[in-house]
């Protein structure tokens, strides 16, 4: 009758990945148990310590770190991505109040009020950037007024309140009127502002960075 080979304790410990000198026979059964359970490291009686992994412990760490590697050439992508756009890439801004001309404080609060919704605005945005100083902008955005128009709504059942903001915009000798609306107030007609100086700043970016003749 075939009976298989009884393995030695080193064939025991060559599975399991420890150093070559043999612990105590009372250990052996602890090994035994750490290959069924995959836990580790543990010590034998003298002191020294022993780890076993298993091959599917091993592929789940190779995966991992795998997995960390792809999160980090992510993140260094993006950094260099991000890097890549640097603000003067985007069109310098100047925003002022109509009643501000020739040094003077606007005495319009109105006006106050909504070129702080526009800076605000601005601050977000992906194409423009703020400047301090009307010479250093390519395009300066006057706030000339803002207010409220009741709008019928359509079939004549009742009427509602559209907000407006009024700007000019100049950029060298190109000057342009436009207006933002919206029904949810003055800082969401700002944002209308906005959009359509970006949409403009899109179809004119090569002409505004131009070099000057």
Do not use: H
């Not at 993006?78 to 109509?98: C, M, N, R, W, Y």
């Not at 526009?118 to 955005?141: I, Q």
Request: aromatic content about 6%; some cysteine; hydrophobic content about 40%.
């Amino acid at each position: 009758m075939f009976r298989p080979k009884q393995p030695s304790i080193d064939m025991i410990l060559r599975c399991l990945s420890v150093p070559t000198k043999v612990p105590p026979d009372a250990n052996v059964l602890r090994y035994t148990a750490l290959r069924r359970t995959g836990r580790g490291p543990v010590q034998d009686l003298e002191g020294r310590s022993y780890t076993w992994e298993s091959a599917s412990g091993r592929r789940k760490r190779e995966i991992d770190m795998r997995i960390r590697a792809l999160v980090l050439i992510s993140a260094i992508t993006l950094t260099f991505l991000f890097a890549a756009e640097k603000p003067q890439d985007k069109i310098a801004v100047f925003v002022k109040s109509g009643g501000s001309l020739g040094g003077l404080t606007d005495p319009s609060k109105d006006r106050q009020d909504s070129i702080k919704d526009l800076l605000k605005k601005l601050k977000d945005s992906d194409s423009l950037r703020l400047v301090d100083s009307e010479s250093d902008a390519l395009a300066v955005l006057i706030v000339l007024d803002r207010g409220t128009k009741r709008t019928s709504m359509i079939g004549g059942m009742g009427a509602y309140d559209r907000m407006y903001l009024n700007v000019r915009l100049i950029a060298g000798d190109y000057s342009v009127e436009f207006t933002g609306e919206s029904n949810n107030g003055y800082s969401a007609a700002a944002g209308k502002v906005v959009k359509q100086l970006e949409a403009w700043v899109k179809d004119n970016r090569d002409r505004l960075l131009a070099p000057k003749k």
